[in-house]
Nanobody, 117 residues
Framework: QVQLVESGGGLVQAGGSLRLSCAAS????????LGWHRQAPGKERELVAF???????YYADSVKDRSTISRDIAKNIMFLQMNGLKPEDTAIYYC???????????WGQGTQVTVSS
């Protein structure tokens, strides 16, 4: 079992920045990929970015060049630095951990990001 707790969301003006954190606990050794997804009102949940255990990163086009995903392996914390925030970035941001050995995905409870214009 893996537990994920997100933090760092909030209300920010357009053009501002936020740093989201995802703290993992439990059987963290099984985690092969950590990622951020988001869900805006009335829309489907979408992938924002992920980072593998080997340090490979991926960003959705919508946040590419404005975001940086990183991971402190020793502390089991993942970060998403988002700059140049836009109103369309408003959503609940969820942390997801993929545990390949178990064939399971784990989700956090989400953190709200609201960008005002």
């Amino acid at each position: 079992q893996v537990q994920l707790v997100e933090s760092g969301g909030g209300l920010v003006q357009a053009g501002g920045s936020l740093r989201l954190s995802c703290a993992a606990s439990g059987d963290t050794n099984c985690i092969s990929v950590l990622g951020w997804h988001r869900q805006a009102p009335g829309k489907e949940r979408e992938l924002v970015a992920f980072i593998t255990s080997g340090g490979v990163t991926y960003y959705a086009d919508s946040v590419k060049d404005r975001s940086t995903i990183s991971r402190d392996i020793a502390k089991n914390i993942m970060f998403l630095q988002m700059n140049g925030l836009k109103p369309e970035d408003t959503a609940i941001y969820y942390c997801k951990a993929a545990c390949m050995v178990e064939g399971k995905d784990y989700w956090g409870q989400g953190t709200q990001v609201t960008v005002s214009s």
